[in-house]
């Protein structure tokens, strides 16, 4: 594979693959996942923008990646209907706030995470003591910090919140990690954006195709040793 040198944020310079290898390789794996099933898992992150974030769709975004986290994105798609349904489906922080022993007791029958389903109804409580517009205005400024203020939101998770409520980011988790090291880039963050001006793809849709790949492919690394 030829390869080109490239200077990465810090400073280090790092082996990278030519843009039209990188690109035809990110456009077979997306052919891929799309054949597999998953165009409308695309079309969602696609359609994501910051700019139309209210209180309910963070509710629902905060809530899916404490759930998610340190555990499999299949197993909480199967109950996350229900649990949406104990939360009055995120209709706001005051809906939750007035029946939060309601909620707790009926998303426990579905989630038997006590910590987690607290969590939610912490979230909530926080959300309903801030100006929501400020708020938004704060994430823009400094989106992975004011996110860790939630419970279970540690400095990988608030990436994978961000990417989801329209941030243009990618989630550095294990497997992102290990494709962006596959072709020489330390950061997948400076990795994802490259694939994303070759592709035209935002970042956080970079980040679904690449991450599903992975999810999809056992030997996922094998194709950037091809073509």
């Not at 998610?68 to 649990?83: H, L, Q």
């Not at 038997?112 to 389903?117: A, M, Q």
């Not at 072709?183 to 599903?212: A, K």
């Amino acid at each position: 594979m030829q390869m080109r040198l490239e200077i990465c944020q810090d400073g280090k310079r790092s082996l990278a693959p030519r843009s039209d290898d990188l690109a035809s390789k990110y456009f077979f794996i997306k052919d891929v996942v799309i054949r597999e099933g998953y165009l409308d898992e695309i079309s969602w992150q696609s359609s994501l923008c910051f700019d139309d974030l209210n209180e309910s769709s963070f509710l629902e975004e905060l809530s899916w990646v404490v759930l998610c986290s340190g555990m499999k994105e299949s197993i909480i798609r199967k109950i996350f209907g229900n649990i949406s349904k104990c939360f009055f489906y995120w209709a706001s922080s005051k809906v939750i706030i007035e029946n939060k022993e309601e909620c707790y007791g009926n998303a426990i029958k579905y989630f038997n995470n006590k910590s987690k389903i607290s969590a939610i109804i912490f979230a909530a409580e926080m959300i309903s003591e801030l100006d929501f517009n400020d708020f938004k205005i704060n994430i823009i400024k400094e989106p992975i910090s004011v996110l860790q203020q939630f419970p279970y939101i540690g400095p990988t998770t608030a990436y994978h919140l961000a990417k989801n409520i329209g941030i243009q980011v990618a989630k550095p988790d294990r497997h992102l990690v290990r494709i962006a090291n596959a072709v020489g880039y330390s950061d997948v963050q400076l990795f994802c954006r490259y694939v994303s001006q070759l592709s035209g793809d935002s970042i956080p849709v970079v980040d679904i195709v690449l991450w599903r790949f992975a999810t999809i492919e056992k030997d996922y690394l094998d194709i950037f040793f091809k073509f």
